[in-house]
């Protein structure tokens, strides 16, 4: 089975982000693969040991989220691909998607795993848009997923439980943290990975055609302020306190 | 006037209460149409009027039931083709998710996710976005024809006004090839006694908890004051409790008024 992941890399999660002069989010921090993204290969990795194949991880990005690849290679995917080009800074999520499509299509995979959404842009628009280009159905929100020949079943989590969802190949899927834990990479994956071949394709080789943005940021301004909890320590009275705070907030 | 096209998500025959606080704020922008899929349709059809549609499309086949996305974006991708409205407003809802971002990418159109507000300026429409985890609300321009805007729960309130909509038998014969993702079988874990959405007040717990193992003592305390559990984001991706218990970002949302 060919596997192909999709993977971001995002400012780290743990610090603070600050915007560059065009309202971009800057990315010059700290960058890691997007958490959610590494569940994706997890859930990759595992299928292609039950099933056999190749995983290949496919993303776009500045030079730098080689490093994001990389860091998925030494968790034991085999080769990645990245699409880099100055001419994609700044890409929406359907300009996102088209390369992505382009790139993924001359794969032929049986699966594309990706995560139901980014831990920055956060649209979760990438995945339903690289469905429909692909002409490939979508199975969402999975928290299982089982294959059995060319029959793709996931368990799709709903609001009170879950849905069992099922097509055949080739399918997109996306997945929910819940799907995996992701393993951590070894020193001897670590080593391998830095043989492993990651492929650099320019936009322009992918005939994608970089059109008007679906939106144009106008301005940023600070959000409401929510007020900072009250941390209440246990020194034998905390019970009463709390029963007061809910009390002045008529919970009680 | 723009005319503004509603896509209403349908949940066991019942409009979503997401679409109908749409309906809301697609009254203030211009001349209301909705859609509705699946079946519960046309009964849907006279709730999407109270609240301001003046015209409904529906079609009860069951292949929107039946199938993930692929046939309502065939339905919407005809629609569209046939009414050309200006923007069309989905909730930023599981179902609808899948829809809008299929739909954008169909008509080469793009799209506003995760918007907390839509208003008119210049002949267009422009999205308020939060940004920054929340910190900052970003002002985004939409330029895509349609302009296709999702919308956060819980972002304005639903309110009836309106008198009954015209219904139209939405003319779209779905394809075998939109029937792939099936939907084989609908398992429901837990009945949520409080629903989250509706409990005036949420026992909300994160990491802090330290493990899901003492969740259930979240479920005691809400239970005693007639509330709901909640949980952050990062204990929900992190597969301590399930999805549906997510609050705050791109979780479950709380009206400022529920209190
Ligand atoms: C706060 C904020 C709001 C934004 N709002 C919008 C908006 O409303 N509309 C819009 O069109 N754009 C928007 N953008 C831009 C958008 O985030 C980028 O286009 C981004 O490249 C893709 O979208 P995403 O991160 O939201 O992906 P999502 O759709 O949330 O990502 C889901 C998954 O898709 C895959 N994926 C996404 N991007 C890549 C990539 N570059 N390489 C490999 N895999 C990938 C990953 O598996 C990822 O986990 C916004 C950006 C920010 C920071």
Not at chain 1, 67 to 86: E, N, Q, T, Y
Not at chain 2, 28 to 42: N, P, T
Not at chain 2, 204 to 223: D, T
């Amino acid at each position: 089975m060919k596997i192909v992941v999709t993977v971001k890399q995002v400012p780290d999660p743990n610090s603070n982000l600050t915007l560059e002069a065009d309202n971009t989010i800057s990315r010059e921090k700290e960058v890691v693969l997007d958490p959610g993204d590494e569940c994706g290969v997890e859930e990759g990795l595992q299928l292609k040991e039950a099933h056999g194949g190749e995983v290949i991880l496919v993303s776009m990005g500045p030079e730098r989220a080689k490093d994001a690849i990389r860091k998925g290679l030494s968790m034991g995917a085999d080769r990645g691909v990245l699409i880099s080009d100055a001419s994609l800074a700044g890409a929406d999520a359907l300009l996102t998607a088209r390369v992505l499509a382009a790139a993924i299509k001359q794969e032929e995979p049986d699966l594309v795993i990706c995560a139901t959404e980014s831990y920055d842009g956060s649209t979760g628009m990438v995945p339903p848009m690289l469905a429909e280009l692909l002409g490939f159905p979508q199975l969402t929100f999975a928290k299982k997923v089982e294959v059995d020949g060319s029959t793709v079943k996931v368990h799709r989590q709903t609001a009170d439980g879950y849905q069992i969802v099922e097509a055949s190949t080739p399918v997109l899927i996306t997945v929910t943290a819940a799907i995996a834990e992701p393993r951590y990479a070894s020193l001897k994956g670590i080593m391998a990975a830095r043989s492993k071949e990651i492929k650099q394709v320019a936009a322009s080789e992918l005939g994608v055609e970089k059109g008007q943005p679906a939106e144009t940021i106008e301005g940023v301004v600070e959000a409401e302020a929510r007020k900072a909890g009250e941390v209440i320590e246990d020194d034998g009275s905390a019970v009463e306190k709390i029963v007061q705070v809910l009390a002045a907030a008529k919970v009680l | 006037m723009p005319s503004i096209l509603v896509y209403a998500e349908l949940s066991e025959g019942k409009v979503a209460s997401t679409s109908l606080e749409l309906m809301t704020k697609a009254r203030e922008l211009g001349d209301v149409y909705a859609v509705a899929l699946g079946a519960g349709a046309k009964t849907a059809a006279s709730t999407l009027g109270k609240h301001g549609a003046k015209v409904v499309h529906v079609s009860e086949d069951s292949a929107f039931d039946d199938y993930v996305a692929e046939p309502a974006t065939d339905a919407l991708a005809s629609l569209y083709e046939k009414e050309k409205p200006d923007l069309i407003l989905f909730g930023f809802a599981p179902d609808s998710r899948e829809v809008a971002g299929r739909l954008a990418a169909r008509l080469g159109a793009g799209l506003i996710s995760n918007a907390l507000d839509v208003v008119a300026k210049d002949g267009g429409f422009v999205a308020q976005v939060p940004y920054f985890g929340g910190a900052k609300v970003a002002s985004m321009k939409a330029n895509g024809k349609p302009a296709i805007v999702l919308i956060r729960p819980k972002s304005f309130e639903a309110s009836a006004k309106g008198g009954p909509a015209e219904v139209k038998q939405l003319d779209v014969k779905i394809g075998e090839g939109s029937k792939r993702a099936h939907i084989a079988e609908r398992v429901v874990e837990a009945s949520e006694k409080v629903k989250l959405e509706e409990a005036r007040i949420v026992i909300s717990g994160g990491r802090g908890m330290g493990g899901p193992q003492n969740f259930p003592l979240l479920e005691e305390l809400a239970n005693a004051l007639g509330g709901a559990v909640g949980a952050s984001r990062a204990v929900v991706d992190a597969g301590w409790v399930p999805y549906s218990m997510q609050v705050g970002q791109t979780g479950k949302f709380k009206a400022k008024k529920n209190g």
